[in-house]
């Protein structure tokens, strides 16, 4: 097989959770450039039916989007069934993308993402999206792929995965240290757990054929202030965020056999930032 053939995902039905949020849709275009079918798997039915449609004008291809809340493993379980009705197969690629973005009140004095107000609720919340889906649809899809003999497991992870977040980063001025945003402890643990996720997943189902490694990206560029790009850029060697649509071809190697030797790993891409 050519070098370039092992890129190419044709035959192959990729599922992407939290598919219609930012990166989701890089994954979906990578997977779709490289001729796989893609089905993913969101919350948001309003961003379902948009991915689904900008799919359709650019590359004239269908997506299958599904309303699935991976912290549900009924609804995993009933996916799974309308996917093989659809393809009359299971997914060999799952890419373990989907996340919570926490939101706080603004407004209230006590500020909810410190670790000391952290509520266990919002710890739990977060834990079941990032931690626990990947876990159900790992289990759920590596099962088929393990008695199918073959597939590929991703976890998106995170450079904060590796590194602790550098909490200057989110400081405001003009605010006391009590009322400062910080990056919540459950990034961190989520974005750690997935790695050790994935040297389980690696070594379970090694023998079956079924490769899972993490991809832990830099933050992406998304109209950030100046105040915050001076101060994160300070800390990559690269000096910049990454571009949206930079981290494709890392997916679609991660998903293709062009890694067909690559198990456990985590691939770090981020500008540097982990190794300073
Ligand atoms: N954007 C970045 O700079 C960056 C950097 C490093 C890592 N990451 C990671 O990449 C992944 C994607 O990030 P993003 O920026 O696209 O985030 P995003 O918030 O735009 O997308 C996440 C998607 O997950 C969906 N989701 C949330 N709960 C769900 C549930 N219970 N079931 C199914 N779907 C659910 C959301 O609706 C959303 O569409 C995340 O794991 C994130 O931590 C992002």
Redo the contacts with the bound molecule.
């Keep these: 097989m050519s070098v370039m053939e092992k890129f190419n995902l044709k035959d192959n039905l990729a599922i992407v959770?939290?598919g219609?949020?930012?990166?989701?849709k890089q994954h979906i275009e990578a997977l779709l450039e490289a001729n796989a079918d893609v089905v993913l798997?969101?919350?948001?039915e309003k961003?379902l039916e948009e991915v689904k449609i900008f799919f359709m004008q650019k590359y004239d291809k269908d997506v299958m989007a599904l309303k699935?809340?991976?912290?549900k493993e009924d609804e995993i379980l009933e996916a799974k069934e309308k996917i093989f009705k659809k393809f009359n197969k299971y997914a060999n690629i799952l890419i373990n993308?989907?996340?919570?973005?926490p939101k706080f009140e603004k407004e209230s004095k006590v500020n909810k993402s410190r670790l000391e107000n952290f509520e266990l609720n919002q710890w739990n919340l977060e834990i079941s999206?990032g931690l626990s889906?990947a876990m159900l649809c790992s289990k759920i899809f590596g099962v088929e792929m393990a008695k199918n003999g073959k597939g590929v497991i991703l976890n998106?992870a995170?450079d904060l995965g590796v590194i602790a977040p550098d909490q200057r980063l989110y400081k405001k001025e003009g605010l006391i240290d009590s009322e400062q945003n910080v990056k919540p402890v459950t990034y961190s643990v989520i974005k750690h757990g997935l790695i050790g996720l994935t040297k389980y997943i690696a070594t379970y189902w090694a023998d079956r054929g079924v490769r899972c490694n993490a991809f832990a990206?830099?933050?992406?560029f998304n109209n950030h202030s100046d105040e915050f790009l001076e101060k994160i850029t300070n800390l990559i060697p690269m000096k910049r965020m990454a571009n949206i649509d930079e981290y494709k071809a890392s997916i679609l190697f991660l998903c293709s056999d062009a890694s067909s030797y690559m198990n456990g790993a985590t691939l770090n891409m981020d500008g540097g930032r982990s190794v300073w």
């Design positions: 959770t939290g219609a949020g930012l990166l989701g798997f969101d919350i948001n961003a699935v809340d991976i912290t993308n989907a996340a919570i973005d999206v889906g998106i995170s990206p830099g933050g992406v």
